[in-house]
Nanobody
């Protein structure tokens, strides 16, 4: 059974940091890409960051470049999203997803499996 477990969300003040984790099981981790998406109330889901597990290629949306860093620990089947200099507009439910490494990390339709989401709230 494929499972993606996202964790690490919480309440943080603007300017603070949070690290999200996405732990995968039930599939060959290094054959996939892992993406992070977020959805704020009343808004569409948007791609935030992604990483190809085998080639370590990464993607960042312009809104998070220079503030967020994605990384993977293959031994733990886990991808991390380090989120620094957080802004109130980063408030959203963050989801991780797994799919074939097509390079289109920002496209939710490229992903086959989704985690349950973790809420990040940034207060001003």
């Amino acid at each position: 059974e494929v499972q993606l477990q996202a964790s690490g969300g919480g309440l943080v003040q603007a300017g603070g940091s949070v690290r999200l984790s996405c732990t995968a099981s039930g599939f060959t981790f290094d054959h996939y890409a892992i993406g992070w998406f977020r959805q704020a109330p009343g808004k569409e889901r948007e791609g935030v960051s992604g990483i190809g597990i085998s080639d370590r290629n990464t993607y960042y949306d312009d809104s998070v470049k220079g503030r967020f860093t994605i990384s993977s620990d293959n031994a733990k089947n886990t991808v991390y999203l380090q989120m620094n200099s957080l802004k109130p507009e980063d408030t959203a439910v963050y989801y991780c997803a797994a799919g074939p490494n097509s390079g289109s990390y920002y496209n939710p339709y490229e992903y086959d499996y989704w985690g349950q989401g973790t809420l990040v709230t940034v207060s001003s």
